[in-house]
Every structure is written in structure tokens, then in C-alpha cells.
């Protein structure tokens, strides 16, 4: 996991190395309707169930491929050790300790999960209660409904609101778990970004010309190392249906990327995401009154 520092605030950026797989429960009826805590605006902080106990205090992290949890955690409930894996970050490739976990969240249920432990010092800062980062081995099991304005997360496990008059879909493409979306500049360029609910602030993983650089830079701070982005402003920016202004990001150096995509987008630049994962796509803004319907 990548932490990079914003101007003080924490960005989760996701670059784990793979949980292996596990056996995987998903329940069938009704969705279940989670109340979540939206802090500073934009990180989303689920109840999650660690084998059976709980709930915890996680940070949603839509960017993450997998799942990390604070080492004491993990150490208080005994999880059983599970090897290890590459954490790739920035600046540097670390090694991490994995172990072996069920995890719950709305019903949605994974057994035998490969858990990344590490210090927990970033997510943190923004709220000391955190005691873990919910990544991609769980979220990707079924749809969600995260809506910011009413915080909520609605785990959809059958997809039924699927079938709802929500909005037009756009396609997700999946890089290594994490799902990101094609947006477009109004020169007709076309951008991929990584739908990342742990950002505070976009980031560009390479240059993009035409982005406005006002004067100063900011500091991208990992577990390894330090980085350093210049502030740019980039936009209008056409995702879907949806034109979202001109915003803040982070621009990293001019040396080519090893990242297939551009780069990452704050799910909270929107009013709500309907991740439709069974289809492989994604409703921005969902509409109200299909939400309304949802939730009666």
C-alpha cells in the first residue's frame, strides 16, 4: 500500500501484491444497507467482521487489490501466519507479512483471506480507531452502492439493482483488482484512472499535457521512501454521463510510468458509485429515485 501525503492529508494508493485465493460466501436475498462514517468529506470507514468478531473500523479502500490490517490486530486474535508478499510502493518494493483471515462486511463473507499486516500509521492519521484498509479480495464478490451523500454502502450480493434504471454504465477495466474507468479531456484525449475510494486527491502517474501547473509541488511520503508530484489542475473531465470540473491532482516526474493506467481518481469527486461487478461496469451519480426505491 502505497500512502502518499496531499498536503498533510493521507492517500491510500494500491499497489499490494496478491492475496492467493480463498474460499468465498456470498449471500443470496435481500442487500443489506451498511451505515458508513464519510470523514473529512471523503474517506468511508465500514464496520468489518474479522473471523466472526467485531466489528472493526476499516478503511474502504476500492483502489486496493488487497485487504491489510494493523499488526496488533492481528496479533490479538491470533490470525495464523500465511507467508509473505510484495508491497510495492513508490519508491521501493517491500517485503510484508501475510496471514489467514475471514472477512464480512453486509453479509458478504470470504474465508480464508490473505491479509497484508503493516503499520497503519497513514490511514491513522485521519481517524486512530482504524484497525485495517478493506481492499479488492472482498469488495470485488459482489455490486456495491456506495452513496456519499447519504452514507451508505449497499452490499447488492444477487445485483438486483442492477436491473434498476440507475443511470448509464461504464465499462471497468481491471488492472491487477483494480477497477478504473476511461475519462475524456475536452481535446478528445482519453485518460484510464483507478476509481480509488482511500484517495484525497487525484493523482497523474505520468505527464499529461495540457494540465495547468500553478507554482509548488507536493510530497508523495510511502512506507519506503519519499516521492515528489507537481500540483497541476486537469479537467473538464467526461466520465460516463457525468462532466466533473476542473480539479486538483498530483502530477508525478516526467520518467515514464510502469503503470498501465493514468491514474487515480477520488470516488468522492461524485455523489455515489453503483459498482456493477457482476456486469463489469459502473453507474456514476446513480439515479435518486432508484436509490429511494432501494432503501424503502
Known amino acids: 500500500m502505497f500512502k502518499a501525503l496531499f498536503a498533510g492529508v493521507p492517500v491510500a494508493l494500491a499497489f499490494l501484491a496478491g492475496a492467493a485465493g ?17 470523514t473529512a468529506g471523503r474517506y468511508v ?25 494493523a499488526p496488533a490486530l492481528a496479533a490479538r486474535l491470533r490470525l495464523p501466519a500465511a507467508g509473505s508478499a510484495v508491497e510495492q510502493t513508490a519508491t521501493q518494493a517491500e517485503t510484508a507479512d501475510l496471514v489467514r483471515a475471514s472477512l464480512s462486511l453486509g453479509g458478504v463473507t470470504r474465508d480464508g483471506v490473505e491479509v497484508i499486516t503493516a503499520p497503519l500509521d497513514a490511514v491513522q492519521a485521519v481517524d486512530p480507531a482504524i484497525q ?31 436491473a434498476l434504471d440507475l443511470g448509464p454504465p461504464v465499462p471497468v477495466h481491471w488492472h491487477a483488482d483494480r477497477p478504473a474507468v476511461d475519462g475524456v479531456l475536452p481535446d478528445r484525449r482519453s485518460l484510464r484512472f483507478v476509481l480509488d475510494s482511500a ?21 508523495l511520503k510511502t512506507h519506503g521512501g519519499a516521492a515528489e508530484a507537481r500540483s497541476v489542475v486537469i479537467g473538464p473531465l467526461r466520465v460516463g454521463a457525468v462532466v466533473l470540473a476542473p480539479f486538483a491532482a498530483g502530477m508525478m516526474a516526467s520518467s515514464p510510468s510502469e503503470r498501465p493506467e493514468d491514474g487515480l481518481l ?15 461496469a459502473v453507474v456514476f451519480n446513480p439515479r435518486r429515485a432508484a436509490l429511494s426505491r432501494a432503501v424503502e
Open 132 to 162: 485495517g484498509v478493506l481492499g479488492q479480495d472482498l469488495l470485488r464478490l459482489a455490486n456495491w452502492w456506495l452513496d456519499y451523500e447519504h452514507g451508505m454502502l449497499i452490499a447488492d450480493a444477487d445485483g438486483r439493482y442492477a
Open 199 to 219: 484517495a484525497s486527491t487525484a493523482l497523474l502517474f505520468r505527464d499529461v499535457a495540457g494540465a495547468s501547473i500553478p507554482r509548488g509541488r507536493v510530497r
Open 266 to 280: 477520488p470516488t468522492a469527486l461524485f455523489d455515489g458509485i453503483y459498482f456493477d461487478n457482476r456486469s463489469g
Open 22 to 38: 480463498a474460499d468465498a460466501a456470498v449471500p443470496r436475498g435481500e442487500s443489506a444497507r451498511v451505515k458508513v462514517h464519510i
Open 45 to 69: 470507514i465500514v464496520p468489518v467482521m474479522v473471523n466472526g468478531t467485531g466489528p472493526y473500523r476499516f478503511l474502504l479502500d476500492t483502489g486496493a487489490t488487497s485487504t491489510m490490517i
